[in-house]
């Protein structure tokens, strides 16, 4: 029963993610640990999916940045392998309920107020190079740093969407592969090969719903996601405090 609520899981919000390029981590990694899985489980399975999308994604961009890639490498992923360490280390004495619900609550309603707070305003280098810390720092203790990223990124690319998805793509790719190479040399057991045949759900699902992704409006959708990210962290936080 529990292989075919995965199944049914991943195979949605591969459909989601493949279409905007996000949705896989923020609505997996609550909604698996809500289901009792540990972080590193939720991490394991969802992880190669993720880096699946994103390569196609990535590969597949028209336009390029390398001066991003360089800052997004020297600025971010140090600061995620700390922080991944230290939340393995730490994962059981932490309440990642709580914790995620948290994060997507903040984020979510930072990116919905980002007009009226004018935050795409003369966003200089050191400011970017300081999101791009924090971007690492939270999703090693979350895998929730997408949320960030896909502010960031729409915030200083403007209008210029193939870019945006091209940022969030890299960075969601590049998070992903570090974080399974720095959990399989960690030395817990906490791949099974039986989760990579969720890989061919990427293969089945990504192409052809390519087709749908430019009948749709990335900032209407933007609004959508961040919505529902929003209520579905208040839920679960509500249901914390209730229960």
């Not at 230290?86 to 004495?93: A, S």
């Not at 969407?161 to 190479?181: A, H, N, P, T």
């Amino acid at each position: 029963m529990i292989e075919i609520t995965e199944l049914s899981i991943i195979a949605l919000l591969t459909i989601f993610q493949s279409i905007f390029g996000v949705g896989l981590l923020l609505f997996g990694t609550p909604t698996f640990i809500l289901l009792g899985y540990s972080f590193p489980q939720t991490l394991c399975l969802l992880l190669p999916v993720s880096l699946f999308i994103s390569f196609f994604q990535f590969t597949s961009s028209k336009v390029k940045n390398i001066q991003f890639i360089n800052d997004f490498n020297l600025f971010c992923l140090p600061f995620l392998i700390v922080s991944l360490y230290f939340i393995l280390k730490n994962h059981q004495i932490i309440d990642f309920k709580f914790y995620t619900s948290v994060v997507i609550i903040f984020f979510s309603t930072l990116s919905l107020l980002k007009n009226k707070l004018n935050f795409n305003y003369k966003i200089n280098t050191f400011t970017k190079r300081l999101i791009l810390i924090l971007i690492g720092t939270i999703h090693g203790l979350t895998n929730l740093g997408g949320s960030l990223l896909a502010i960031f990124s729409t915030s200083v690319n403007g209008e210029k969407k193939e870019l945006s998805r091209y940022y969030i793509s890299y960075g969601y790719f590049v998070m992903s592969l570090l974080q399974i190479i720095f959990l399989y040399f960690y030395g817990e057991n906490y791949f099974e090969v039986n989760n990579l045949y969720y890989l061919f759900i990427v293969l089945i699902i990504y192409f052809p719903v390519q087709k749908f992704f430019i009948t749709f409006d990335n900032k209407k959708f933007s609004e959508i996601i961040n919505i529902l990210a929003l209520t579905y962290g208040l839920g679960i936080f509500i249901n914390i405090i209730v229960s």
